[in-house]
């Protein structure tokens, strides 16, 4: 059972373009939701996260968009640049527990 | 180095072969986590620790999987009597225990053949 779903599965974005990935979650005890980017080769990294006591949380061109009544959060990558072209993946925990990620978005941003 | 490191990056094996891998943690990270990656899927979870001890376990770590952290420091995970099915990203994760996000290492990656 897959606890977060995650959408779409790849998207491709014209330089300077929004790029918007969503989630969806099902368990309402879960009051963690990060973002990771990951590189080929490369281990996830933690882009931005957010609790559910807030419904948007924004760090440099990266916001979050939480709802917690639709249990639905999303990623807003502002001006996407090549170098953004990454694989991302949302994650839901109950604070300390193990994270359930997402199935990943393939992002391409086309120069 | 103040990342979490991963030893060793690549592995080839054949079938049947034990296989096992290291993880060294952030320093001050008390809780270390193990997590399977397969191509084109997320992360999956397989067992954490909190200091020493093993505090849970994935029913995706069948009892071929042992994983062990002595002392609260580094943590190895075997593998053994590996299968064609093992093939995938191993990734070790640390985090201070506060709630925040995980520091991923940059994962071994295993072919079994």
């Known amino acids: 059972q897959q606890q977060v779903k995650q959408s779409p599965q790849s998207l491709i974005v014209q330089k300077g373009g929004i790029s918007i990935i969503n989630c969806a979650y099902e368990?309402?005890?879960?009051?963690?939701f990060p973002w990771y980017q990951q590189f080929p080769g490369k281990g996830p990294a933690l882009l931005i996260a957010?609790?559910?006591?807030?419904s948007e949380k924004k760090e440099g061109r990266f916001t979050i968009s939480f709802n917690k009544s639709a249990k639905q959060f999303s990623l807003h990558i502002m001006d996407s640049q090549p170098g953004d072209s990454a694989t991302y993946f949302c994650a839901a925990a109950n604070t300390g527990n193990q994270f359930y990620f997402g199935t990943g978005t393939s992002l391409t941003v086309i120069p | 180095d103040t990342g979490v490191s991963q030893d060793p990056r690549h592995k080839i094996t054949k079938r049947g072969q034990n296989v096992t891998f290291r993880c060294d943690p952030i320093?001050?990270?008390?809780?270390l986590y193990w997590y399977r990656q397969t191509l084109g899927q997320g992360p999956e979870f397989l067992t954490y620790?909190?200091?020493?001890?093993?505090?849970?376990k994935s029913r995706l770590l069948s009892d071929r999987f042992s994983a062990e952290r002595p002392k609260g420091s580094f943590s190895t995970l075997e593998i053994q009597r590996t299968e064609q099915g093992d093939s995938a990203m191993y990734l070790c994760a640390s985090s201070p225990g506060t709630g925040d996000g995980y520091t991923f290492g940059s994962g071994t990656r295993l072919t079994v053949v």
């Open positions: 957010i609790r559910p006591d807030v």
């Open positions: 620790f909190q200091n020493e001890a093993q505090l849970e």
């Open positions: 368990n309402t005890a879960f009051d963690y």
């Open positions: 320093s001050e990270h008390n809780r």
